[in-house]
Every structure is written in C-alpha cells, then in structure tokens.
C-alpha cells in the first residue's frame, strides 16, 4: 500500500552550537556547565512530488547518555556528534517513500551498527551505549517528523492514523495491537496549558539568603523560594545524591517546606530522582519509609521516584517491586527499546520516562504500548533549550503523563532560546506552575521556525 503523504528525506543538515549554563546544573555524579545543541534540518519530498524542510534539535548531552568517567568527555561527545552526521547520511540513502516513523524503524538497526562503527574509529576502549546513538539520532528523526507535517499541510499529530501510516501498530508491536494506531493513544489537540516540573539540582541554593555575588545578576531567580515565587510553581524534580540517606532525606524536607512556605494555597506534587546512584532498590525503600513515619504529608505529595538504580537492567536484575509498592518507580536510562520497555516491567518498575532525546518515533511506540497496558509515563526533557524544548513540551500536551512535563531550560540555559521565547513566551516563562501551548501552531511541530527566525512570509 502506497500513500501520497509518504516522504523520503532529500537532504539532512546538522548544525552544532554550544550552549553555556547560567548556573552549574549538578545531577547524579556529574555537573552540567556546557553542552552542544544540535539542530538538524531536513529537506523531504512525498509522493505528490511537494517539497518542505523540518527540523529538529536536542543536546548531545554524553554526560547522561554515555557517563562513563573512564572515557573523556571530549572524546564522547566528538563521537556523538559524528553519530548525528552519519545518521544523516543514512537517511538521506534511505531512498523510499515512507513514513517517518517507518523511516526510523527501519534504521533502527543500522543507528546500532553505526554506534559501534565510530566507537572503534574514535578508539572509546568501550562501545557508545545504544542510549548515546539515540540521543544523536533524535533531531534527526525530529525533523523528519516536522517536515512531513509540513509537505502535507498538517499538523504532524494528525498524521499518526491510518490515513497517513501504512502500518497498524501490531507491525512495531505485536499482534494484540492489530488494527490500532498511534492516533487511538493520543490527544486531538494540544493541552492549552500543562503544569511544569521545576528541576532541584542537588547544587541549588535553597533559600534567597544563601544567595551571594558569585551568583548570576542577570535579573533570574538564584535560588528555590525566589524561582518558586516567579512561576507559581508547585511540580518539583527534587536531585538526590543516592548515597548519603540523611543527606537526601533533608533536602527532601527543607525543599518540600520552602514550597509549603510560599505556595500557601496551593497543593505541591514533587519527585525524587538520584540519576542511577542507589546501590541497590533497598536504599529508596529504606528512605521512603522513614519519609513516610516522619512527614506522612510529604510522603503523600510524592509523585513517583525516577531511576534510583545504575541502567545495566540485567546485570543486577534489581527486583524493583519493593519500591514500586510504595511509589511508582519510573524508568528512564534504561529505556532504549521494546525489549527494555518488557524487562522493566518483569522486574517489578512501575512506569516509563519519555524523552524526545530518545526519539520521537521511539516515543510514540512507548505512549501506544504504555497507555494499552495501563503504565504510567512521564515526560522528561534533559535540560533542553530552543525548539528541543517546544517540541518536548507540544508531546506532553498531547498525550497523558502524569502531571505535567520538565523545562529545565529555562533554569540553567536561558540565555540559548531568546529568539525562540520570543515567539513561545508562553513556554519559556513558567506562569502559576504551568506552561502554556497557545504559540505551538501551524503545520509540522508548531515551532513557527520561519516567525523564530525573522523569515516569515
């Protein structure tokens, strides 16, 4: 079966860009001070013979995708981004009319061998891990998803039915999913606004009198009550450290204070995530139940827990039941596929984090399998600025994670997306703990790239 909206990709164009942090972002075992931002754009064709360009972009951020402190930063990255330019080249010799997410299937393997490929050439002693290629891969296949919504003149989301895909869901999924589509797991049209998760870095200042001359004097908040009162915020990410009980317990206590302090009226929901840093599940077990006798209310504003343990799933095979029946234990790092997605929930992990650093084809088959089997899912956004962050922030608003979705940009990386808050100011300034959508518009993913730009027609 052919469709006239099937494209097939033209040309694919990377461009990097480094982005500096106002602030240094501290998480698990590292500390985020400078990342590259990558923006692919892409040229397609369907089969109507129309032409558009699409884009996407995301931060080849190795110090989460690929942590290993054995091998140097420099060396990690430079691979990661040789990824996204072979990547390129792939989809560019892909030459089949397709849809995007057949595209990405199909390459699937290939973006595999590829990670091995240049892990050799660049000589890391240790292969990319796949989650890396995935990371480099993901503007990629962004823009791809942008430009077909662009070449047929619709919003992408409305191209995840069996009007535009060749392919039911049982093809990527299995035969339970027969005759069901991407479309049946998602929303019609974007959320207006959608509450926002405020990052905690296991390095922020907590209170406006910790706040010094080495901080930023840029006009930003430097310190949690400060951001809490510009934005309303009342969704919290709270970064532990993972192995100092004590430690996590009171920052969990002074940052679930501060927010009672000055949002009054309202109701505070909060995670907790200590990047892979537990040893074993016992360690969360064990600070949950001391959370719960000594704060029951806190324990009761705990959302869910994100990855506490290392992403190796079956090195350990953690049983993770025992956290999961106190909270909802999200995987994040581990989850680079269907295989992984199964595994997680055998071993006993709750739910699923989406990020579109993992790619947005990859994503959608998440949402699909997640929301059939009644798992729960977050959206996580990896600090991303500029039009990584509108296309996080337009995938959360149309599908059903819990609670809301992360913008940790517009913390620590302001400064990279001033053209683009221009356009999106409803995204890039949090407003009574939410972001609004209102500016995601037109066909494709909504970023107004052309508005953004100063191209307008």
């Avoid at 089949?96 to 990670?115: A, K, T």
Wanted: glycine share 6%; charged share 30%.
């Amino acid at each position: 079966m052919s469709l006239q909206s099937d494209i097939k990709v033209l040309s694919a164009q990377p461009c990097i860009d480094p982005a500096t942090a106002r602030s240094p972002f501290k998480f698990g075992a590292v500390v985020l001070e400078e990342c590259p931002f990558c923006e692919v754009k892409v040229k397609v064709q369907n089969r109507k013979g129309e032409v558009a360009e699409g884009y996407g972009g995301i931060f080849l951020m190795d110090l989460w995708a690929f942590p290993d402190p054995a091998v140097p930063h420099e060396r990690k990255n430079k691979a990661m981004q040789e990824i996204t330019r072979r990547f390129c080249r792939k989809v560019t010799e892909h030459n089949e009319f397709s849809h995007p997410v057949d595209i990405f299937w199909n390459l699937r393997e290939e973006l595999r061998r590829i990670g091995k490929e240049v892990s050799k050439e660049k000589d890391l002693k240790r292969n990319l891990p796949f989650l890396a290629s995935l990371v480099s891969a993901s503007p990629v296949d962004a823009a791809i998803h942008d430009a077909f919504g662009k070449v047929n003149k619709i919003d992408t989301y409305k191209g995840y039915g069996k009007e535009f895909m060749k392919h039911d869901l049982s093809y990527y999924l299995g035969k339970e999913f027969k005759g069901k589509y991407i479309a049946d797991y998602i929303r019609e049209e974007y959320l207006p606004r959608i509450p926002v998760f405020h990052v905690v870095g296991s390095g922020d200042k907590l209170r406006k009198s910790e706040v010094d001359e080495t901080d930023p004097q840029d006009g930003l908040p430097n310190s949690l009550d400060e951001w809490i009162r510009r934005g309303g915020l009342f969704c919290l990410k709270v970064k532990l450290k993972g192995n100092n009980l004590r430690w996590d317990l009171d920052r969990i206590e002074q940052v679930a204070s501060i927010d009672h302090e000055v949002q009054k009226e309202k109701d505070l929901f909060f995670s907790i995530d200590a990047n892979e840093q537990c040893e074993s599940p016992e360690y969360i077990v064990e600070l949950l139940h001391k959370l719960k006798k000594n704060h029951p209310d806190y324990f009761e504003e705990l959302l869910y827990v994100e990855q506490p343990t290392e992403r190796d799933l079956s090195r350990h095979r953690f049983d993770m039941s025992s956290i999961s029946k106190l909270k909802p234990a999200i995987i994040d790092e581990s989850l680079t596929g269907i295989e992984e997605f199964d595994l997680a929930m055998e071993l006993g992990w709750s739910g699923i984090a989406l990020k579109t650093c993992k790619c947005q084809s990859e994503d959608l088959l998440f949402v699909a399998k997640a929301h059939q089997e009644s798992i729960p899912y977050i959206v996580c956004d990896l600090t991303n600025p500029r039009i990584a962050l509108i296309h996080s922030v337009g995938l959360a608003a149309r599908i059903y994670p819990i609670k809301g979705v992360g913008a940790n940009s517009c913390q620590f990386f302001p400064e990279a997306s001033k053209e683009e808050a221009q356009v999106h100011p409803g995204i890039f300034r949090r407003k009574d703990g939410t972001v609004s959508t209102e500016s995601i518009k037109g066909y494709g993913l909504g970023y107004q790239i052309e508005k953004i730009r100063g191209k307008e027609k």
